[in-house]
């Protein structure tokens, strides 16, 4: 980053830089203080994970980042004027070695190679666009070659991402709310930049790929669809000096698909295509033909709609002709405040999520909890999917869920609740235990 600063204040250009870890800032998200995680979890149970037949139907919990009680202490002699000072709940900025560990702990939960670039790439292109945001830019520009945006048709098409492939590799794309991106060097070969650069003496800064080997648990090479497709497209222009220049065309005439903004992909920030989750069933075989399978057909997966019964436990399952009778955003989702993630997902990530470690899951239940953390824009674009315009709406649509229920509780039961751990068993009750 210094190189890149250097060479830019050589040329009187303002420099905005980020590390990729600084995703799990509040500030790197659409509303720049979005105060909250995302966390994955899954209502089958751990044992059940590996024997099910299919990938579970993933859920996520909003989780905020901590905060710290802050008390104004004008006079600490005083314990009047002490008790009678404000407290402010200010929230704790995560530091660069917690950041670290987080990404450390979401790319460690990932099982492929592809998998973990595939997250990176997600998190870098967020980045970027926040930055171009928060500098007051309308455009970015990329400085992505022919060779490349080749390579990126090639690697997006095998990784499931051909819906987005006009967005991804286009000349101008409009997709991104508020930010136009642009390639002017698309037709441009990387070995034409390269002679362009050493000819007129200009300073290359030197390219730092994440270093994601050691992740794998593996002796051997490692290689993702993206490293192989780059060594495919520039083996193969050796020979064919026309193959680059044929990939693009070919992907220029793809059109942009027909589907909004506000309906993006919470992970990628794509376009999502309509009942992903059921052509995807319908299509992947995940085990063995068998009698069972031909007899009971795959259940159509729930709808991204927010419905409570997509977990298998709310007011409308069990009654294929029922709909849910709650709005969409203040559906609940089990009183642990769990919200859709798989159905709001692209096909691409959905895919991509094939290669998550399940063990690393956490249970709807609560008890096992996720041992990674989604970033803050991922969180906010789910809350922003289920119709919540911010974390304190869907707070307050929380609590008086809870309100609700504990209203239509037996105030008999409710109060036993209260005063549970100062009841003293009674001797019917340690017979019982004594007879266990």
């Not at 999520?353 to 953390?373: A, H, P």
Request: a negative charge; proline letters at 5%.
């Amino acid at each position: 980053m210094e190189q890149a600063q250097s060479i830019a204040a050589g040329y009187g250009y303002s420099f905005h830089g980020a590390s990729i870890e600084d995703i799990y800032d509040p500030e790197w998200s659409d509303s720049q203080c979005f105060e909250a995680v995302a966390s994955l979890v899954t209502s089958l149970p751990k044992e059940q994970l590996a024997t099910s037949g299919q990938a579970p139907e993933l859920l996520t919990k909003v989780i905020p980042l901590r905060t710290s009680t802050s008390t104004s202490m004008s006079a600490p002699d005083n314990t009047e004027e002490t008790l009678a000072s404000p407290i402010t709940s200010v929230r704790s900025k995560l530091s660069r070695t917690e950041k670290i560990s987080k990404l450390k702990a979401l790319l460690g939960a990932c099982t492929t190679l592809t998998a973990k670039e595939t997250i990176l790439q997600h998190f870098r292109s967020s980045l970027l666009v926040q930055l171009t945001k928060r500098a007051q830019c309308t455009i970015l520009a990329l400085g992505d070659s022919a060779t490349m945006v080749a390579v990126q048709i090639i690697g997006l098409t095998a990784s499931g991402r051909g819906y987005s492939l006009p967005h991804e590799t286009s000349l101008l794309s409009n997709w991104i709310q508020d930010c136009k991106i642009i390639r002017p060097l698309k037709d441009c070969l990387v070995k034409e930049l390269d002679t362009f650069c050493r000819l007129n003496d200009l300073e290359l800064i030197e390219k730092h790929s994440a270093q994601l080997d050691w992740t794998m648990r593996t002796k051997a090479e490692v290689k993702s669809i993206n490293r192989l497709t780059k060594e495919f497209i520039t083996g193969l222009d050796k020979e064919f000096p026309s193959t680059v220049a044929t990939v693009c065309r070919t992907a220029a005439k793809l059109t942009a698909p027909e589907a909004t903004y506000e309906n993006k992909c919470p992970l990628c920030h794509g376009p999502v295509q309509k009942d992903v989750q059921e052509w995807k069933s319908r299509i992947t075989v995940m085990t063995a033909p068998s009698d069972n399978a031909n007899n009971n057909p795959p259940s159509k997966p729930a709808e991204a709609d927010g419905c409570c019964s997509s977990n298998g436990s709310g007011c409308c399952s069990g009654n294929s002709a029922a709909t849910c009778s709650q709005p969409p955003q203040q559906q609940s989702h089990d009183t642990a405040a769990t919200l859709p993630f798989s159905s709001l997902l692209c096909y691409g990530c959905l895919t991509n999520l094939r290669d998550l470690d399940l063990k690393t899951v956490g249970n709807q239940t609560g008890d096992d909890t996720s041992s990674f953390e989604l970033p803050p824009y991922v969180a906010e674009s789910i809350l922003d999917r289920m119709g919540f315009p911010s974390l304190e709406s869907f707070q307050e649509q929380q609590e008086s869920t809870a309100r609700a229920r504990a209203a239509e509780m037996d105030p008999r039961e409710s109060l036993r609740e209260q005063i549970q751990e100062f009841l003293i068993a009674s001797d019917d009750e340690d017979d019982e235990g004594d007879e266990a």
